[in-house]
């Protein structure tokens, strides 16, 4: 939970479905022993079980027939968890440039970059600089594509 009070997390578990049995070289099976070494509950469903589970699966077979239950999975709440580490990077002292602030016209580098150029006209040094545009980011500044940290 954040700290303005908003779930960040529902866990609702997520039901995985296939046309044969989750084994070990499916993506399914694989998954169940990802969660499993993790920690996470599982639990390994027949085609019974999903019928009777999961009455809206019967019609789906032999497409889902199969599966297993992820009882720890869940829904992400994308928008309030990036609202959330704002927060948390606003209080730990980051400060966002945006709209035309945030619009970097020319990036300055010795090895790193070291400051940006914004639309404004005003010259941004800092210790670091973080492009947060998700995959549009090496489209944005391709000059930057190198310095990518994945």
């Not at 399914?28 to 809206?56: I, K």
């Not at 800092?126 to 310095?147: K, M, Q, R, T």
């Amino acid at each position: 939970m954040s700290t303005t009070g908003s779930l960040l997390y529902n866990e609702t578990g997520v039901l995985f479905g296939r046309p044969s049995p989750p084994t070990p070289g499916t993506y399914e099976g694989d998954s169940m022993s990802v969660l499993g070494s993790l920690g996470l509950r599982t639990t390994l469903l027949s085609q019974d079980d999903m019928a009777r589970r999961f009455p809206a699966t019967r019609g789906a077979a032999p497409f889902f027939s199969h599966g297993y239950l992820s009882e720890n999975g869940g829904v992400a709440h994308p928008q309030r968890s990036v609202a959330w580490m704002a927060e948390q990077a606003r209080a730990a002292g980051v400060t966002f440039l945006l709209g035309i602030r945030g619009q970097v016209v020319k990036i300055e580098r010795d090895g790193r970059v070291a400051s940006v150029r914004t639309a404004d006209g005003l010259l941004h040094v800092a210790d670091a600089v973080i492009v947060a545009a998700g995959p549009w980011s090496p489209a944005l500044l391709p000059e930057l594509y190198a310095f990518t940290i994945v």
